[in-house]
């Protein structure tokens, strides 16, 4: 049965990204990426993906920016009610409504592979609400931002299944239990 | 040389309480009282202990409820701008003002042994950007909360220097490296 995987860094505070949706506190930590939990071999098993609008503009300019292509092999949605633009030679799609139904087609796009939810932390929790969401594996970085965009803003049990140390993060994977 | 330490729990988002102060998310968590970075372990070590007055009125309520009698052996200080009852037969001293000079007497009364700052987490800030804190262990519970009582509601840097699970929490002590 695919999984549907909520992956993602954050602050210990619980923020996805600053105010201004920065991650510069992210990339200054170390990390050993053949470490545990590392986002290679998550990303091997993962067929289909999705993310918020506001994520999607973040990748868009961060790769302007850096001059980079487009990193994903596998279909990616994006849920927005705005009207957003395509990227050349990448498989972006474009969805609103019920999350519920989008998952079916992920799922069905992954071919048996899992989903990944990239974010942010209101879409994730719109996935767990819809009881489409298996499980939450975050790189927990050592820094306060006192403000930012929430991890998860719903209230929501989870079980630890693990936990590691990979450099300067705590590494942790989560199985979605459900509301509080 | 005595170590003042953050010694708390906290929701996976970030909170130490929600937002009316309650912790029922926190005692229904299971734990094992003889694990790592374990409470009685702690406290043998602890000489002096601060919290905030949100702090000492929630465990006031929480004794007469309860039933129980004040915990802490040692010397406690509470930072307020207020007038708040003490407790007959505790050592309980009120402060206000700048943390450092607090922080020497909390130190002077620790006779050598560490200072524990119970909380809230703007006491905890306070004391780290006045350069008195040392470290932060937190138990982090597997939960979210969505709004609540922020861990440390400033910009800081901190090191991760051990994780565990401990049944149901992670369990991770950091030291304090310095504002962002």
Chains 1, 2 share one sequence.
Request: glycine share 10%; charged share 25%; proline share 6%.
């Amino acid at each position: 049965m695919a999984r549907t995987t909520f992956y993602t860094a954050m602050t210990l505070d619980g923020f996805l990204a600053d105010e201004h949706d920065g991650l510069d506190w992210l990339f200054v930590q170390e990390q050993d990426e053949q470490g545990p939990l590392n986002y290679d071999d998550f990303i091997k098993d993962i067929g289909a993906i999705v993310m918020g609008a506001t994520t999607y503009e973040w990748l868009l300019a961060h790769l302007e920016k850096s001059g980079e292509g487009w990193p994903y092999a596998m279909p990616a949605w994006v849920l927005t009610h705005r009207d957003l633009p395509g990227i050349d030679g990448a498989d972006v799609r474009f969805a609103q409504g019920d999350v519920a139904p989008l998952h079916d087609e992920l799922v069905a796009a992954a071919g048996g592979k899992d989903v990944w939810v990239v974010g942010g932390g209101d879409l994730a929790a719109q996935f767990a609400e819809a009881g489409r969401l298996d499980e939450v594996i975050c790189y927990i970085a050592p820094v306060t931002l006192g403000a930012g965009r929430p991890l998860f803003p719903r209230p929501f049990d989870f079980e630890l299944v693990e936990v590691h140390q990979n450099k300067a993060f705590i590494a942790a994977r989560f199985e979605v239990r459900g509301p509080r």
